[in-house]
C-alpha cells in the first residue's frame, strides 16, 4: 500500500503561482501513474493531471492544459504539480493519487488527504 501526503497549498492572488508537492511512501510499482484531482465543495472530485511512476507522458484535464505542469522524482519518491496563471476557478482540494492510470476516480486505490489551494479575483 503506498501512503501519499500532500503540502504547498496556500492562497494566491489571480496570475500567482503555487507548487504542490506530494510525498509516496510504502509499496509501489513502476508502472503505476500518479495523478492529481481536485474538488470543489459540492461538487464531484475531478482529474487534473497524470504521470507514470517511470516517466512517460504526462496527461492534463483541457482546464489546466498550458498552465500547470506535473514532474515527479523517483530518486525522492515526490511529485510535483506547478501551478501557473492561477484563475479562481482553481479554488479547490487538490488531492494527491495512485493506480493504475486513467482520469476517473476508480482507476486509483491510494489518496493523500489534500491540500487546499484558495485563488483571489
Known amino acids: 500500500q503506498v501512503q501519499l501526503v500532500e503540502s504547498g497549498g496556500g492562497l494566491v492572488q489571480a496570475g500567482g503561482s503555487l507548487r504542490l508537492s506530494c510525498a509516496a511512501s510504502?509499496?509501489?510499482?513502476?508502472?503505476?501513474?500518479l495523478a492529481w484531482f481536485r474538488r470543489v465543495p459540492g461538487k464531484e472530485r475531478e482529474f487534473v493531471a497524470r504521470?507514470?511512476?517511470?516517466?512517460?507522458?504526462?496527461d492534463y484535464a483541457d482546464s489546466v492544459k498550458g498552465r500547470f505542469t506535473i514532474s515527479r522524482d523517483n530518486a525522492k519518491n515526490t511529485m510535483t504539480l506547478q501551478m501557473n496563471s492561477l484563475k479562481p476557478e482553481d479554488t479547490a482540494v487538490y488531492y494527491c493519487?495512485?493506480?493504475?492510470?486513467?482520469?476517473?476516480?476508480?482507476?486509483?486505490?491510494?489518496w493523500g488527504q489534500g491540500t487546499q489551494v484558495t485563488v483571489s479575483s
Open positions: 510504502g509499496r509501489s510499482y513502476s508502472w503505476y501513474y
Open positions: 504521470i507514470r511512476w517511470n516517466g512517460g507522458g504526462s
Open positions: 493519487a495512485s493506480g493504475v492510470g486513467g482520469r476517473e476516480i476508480r482507476f486509483y486505490d491510494a
